[in-house]
């Protein structure tokens, strides 16, 4: 619109912008302040004290302590890298069939199994008995732990559903009389259509397994087998040896890095994938969360 | 278009009927096995790890010995509510009940109406590359942990050399033990919360805002409304709906403080006013092994949170004739 802006609203945007500039640097600073720590060596930390924003000098002891030879921060991330990947299929896999033949409108049956669904999001049995099925279905302290008691998540699933809805059953149908199985209809003709929904919901479970750390701490007994989330928490709760499987490897070094820079160096190594990925699948995230508040 | 269309609609109509008469259904169940067979392996996943779990509420009924495996838990003695009369009887009762709605309900409080204002303030923003940017950087705390976002609190808000204390020193203050005082321990469960959902939390508003019709601002603007008054005459009756269903659902949810969070920042100096229902089960379940107890409190909390949800859905309708079902 040409229409002409009056002084009050200059003043009203400028400020805005000014607050906008304020409340990035709000969102941001925290990084700033743990990416600086973790650069920072011992000498001019106890110069400077801990709050550094930025670096005199650029020590990268904390990166080379946490991926040392027996580095457990390595090991982690395979842990991490095993949930995102399989994981991911895996939840896809049972996720994607489930709630697409939950939207054919004409299967006997669909609105209870439906039901059967929601009704787990309303009502758990909660985490002592979900433990204890963890404990005795022999999943415990093994990686499966990690994926198979979350295969489904019944939201993302009904969001899957509410997209089927979307594809016209016309095409379907046409493809069926023309002779094709149901298999091949849902190869052929749903699946090249559903790469939309399905990067969503997989981005949805990948963010999910990148970031959980609750399951592996109560299912998993062997800290060798903890993904880095779970690494980041012990290092925090100040035990930094369990950066490597020679706890007496920091001592040894010549110039041991400060414990605030290998917090701060783990804390990055478990961010800067996120950091990175995120401005590029946020998209994604924002249409599933859209999905996810219209009814289908 | 017209021909597709008619050859369409003789198939489906059949399946309806099928579906509908009585003696047909077993012959349009045989027709759909194959979609039988795709929802197979989710029904049995949900049987094993979320309907079995919900058998196993049983043991807050029970008496189980935890240390001599599954024998211990199918084996165990009736005992009633006996597990529940002890939760009730005890301390932790009103404390942790209290506790998880006083924190979620400050959650709301401030993070609510703050969620409103900025996402208003976002959608005035005039340059849109500048608008996408503020957005995006919004939006990352939501993609980040709350393991690595206690990290960065332990940092900020540590009292030798964190931020929030350095600034406060500057600004003629004290220092302060954010994490280890219980009268401020709150309002870091508070502050770490705004911070990691508020950007995230504007999508659904930005959403609506963008629905309002412009026509409206339009006739405003040519009737001499400024920006305030279109905003509360305009803007705010356009999203209320939106924004009452967000509140019935976030009231829903009340009995939910924050989990994760709670566990990774709380020590035993701030127990008392933030230990929750969870981090209480947590505790006691798998920390004390007492499994009939921890299941009988985590029980009190699935019934009120299912009449919770139950409530929620009937006011959203009553309002919107639309509910999560």
């Known amino acids: 619109m040409a229409v002409s802006i009056s002084r009050g609203e200059k003043v009203f945007n400028g400020c805005n912008v000014v607050f906008m500039i304020f409340l990035s640097a709000w969102f941001i600073i925290p990084f700033v302040v743990v990416a600086s720590t973790s650069v920072v060596g011992a000498a001019e930390a106890a110069r400077r004290g801990g709050l550094v924003f930025i670096p005199q ?38 996720t994607a069939p489930f709630a697409y033949a939950l939207s054919k409108r004409s299967v006997p049956g669909r609105k209870p199994i439906a039901m059967f669904v929601f009704f787990t999001i309303l009502f758990h049995g909660g985490l002592i008995p979900t433990y204890l099925v963890v404990r005795y279905t022999g999943l415990y302290n093994t990686l499966w732990a990690l994926v198979i008691p979350q295969l489904v998540n019944p939201w993302w699933m009904l969001i899957m559903r509410n997209f089927f809805y979307t594809i016209p059953e016309s095409l379907e149908e046409s493809a069926l009389i023309d002779g094709a199985t149901p298999p091949m209809v849902l190869l052929k003709v749903v699946l090249p259509l559903s790469m939309p929904v399905l990067t969503t919901i997989g981005l949805f479970y990948a963010v999910w397994h990148w970031n959980s750390w609750f399951d592996a701490a109560i299912y998993l007994a062997d800290i060798r087998r903890m993904p880095v989330q779970n690494i980041l928490r012990r290092i925090l709760i100040n035990a930094t040896e369990v950066i490597n499987d020679n706890p007496e490897m920091l001592y ?13 160096a783990v804390i990055m190594v478990a961010t800067v994938p996120i950091l990175f990925v995120y401005p590029f699948i946020q998209k994604y995230f924002v249409k599933g969360v859209l999905l996810g508040s219209v009814k289908g | 278009m017209s021909g597709s269309d008619r050859t369409v609609i003789v198939p489906e109509a059949e399946l309806r009927n099928a579906a509908r008469s009585p003696g047909m259904l077993g012959r349009s169940i045989r027709k759909h096995h194959f979609y039988y067979w795709l929802m197979l392996p989710g029904v049995v996943y949900l049987l094993i790890f979320k309907y079995l779990p919900m058998l196993g509420i049983s043991i807050a009924f029970l008496e189980i010995n935890p240390f001599i495996g599954f024998k211990g838990v199918i084996g165990g003695e009736w005992v009633g509510f006996e597990n529940f009369q002890r939760f009730f009887g005890s301390y932790f009762f009103g404390n942790i009940v209290a506790n998880t709605f006083i924190i979620s309900g400050l959650k709301l409080l401030f993070s609510f109406p703050t969620t409103i204002v900025l996402a208003l303030l976002i959608n005035e923003l005039v340059n849109v590359l500048f608008k996408r940017v503020v957005q995006t950087i919004s939006y990352l705390p939501h993609f980040i942990s709350w393991v690595v976002v206690a990290g960065l609190a332990f940092k900020m808000f540590s009292t030798s050399d ?35 959902e508020i950007g995230w939390g504007t999508i659904i508003i930005l959403a609506a805002l963008a629905g309002v019709n412009p026509e409206l601002y339009e006739s ?23 924004i009452s269903i967000l509140l019935i659902f976030n009231i829903g949810n009340l009995i939910n403080a924050g989990f994760e969070q709670i566990l990774l920042l709380y020590s035993p100096v701030v127990y008392d006013v933030s230990d929750i229902i969870d981090t209480y089960v947590y505790r006691e379940g798998l920390q004390q092994l007492n499994f009939s107890y921890a299941a009988a409190v985590d029980v009190f909390k699935s019934i009120i949170a299912l009449a919770m949800v139950v409530m929620a859905n009937f006011t959203a309708k009553k309002l919107e004739q639309e509910g999560l079902w």
Do not use: C
Request: aromatic share 10%; glycine share 10%.
């Open chain 1, 252 to 264: 040894e070094m010549d110039a041991p890095p400060p414990p605030d820079a290998i917090k701060g």
């Open chain 2, 220 to 242: 405003a603007i040519i009737d001499g409304a400024n920006k305030l008054q279109q905003t509360i005459r305009i803007t705010l009756p356009s999203i209320a709906m939106v």
């Open chain 2, 162 to 196: 964190g931020l929030v204390n350095q600034l406060l020193e500057w600004l003629g203050g004290e220092r302060l033990s954010f994490l280890g005082d219980p009268r401020y321990f709150r309002s870091v469960l508070v502050a770490t919360h705004v911070w990691k």
């Open chain 1, 57 to 94: 000098t650029f020590d990268l002891g904390a990166y080379q302590a946490i991926f040392a030879k027996g580095s457990a921060i390595i090991r982690s991330y395979g842990v991490t890298l095993f949930r995102v990947v399989v994981g991911t299929a895996l939840n896809l896999l049972f």
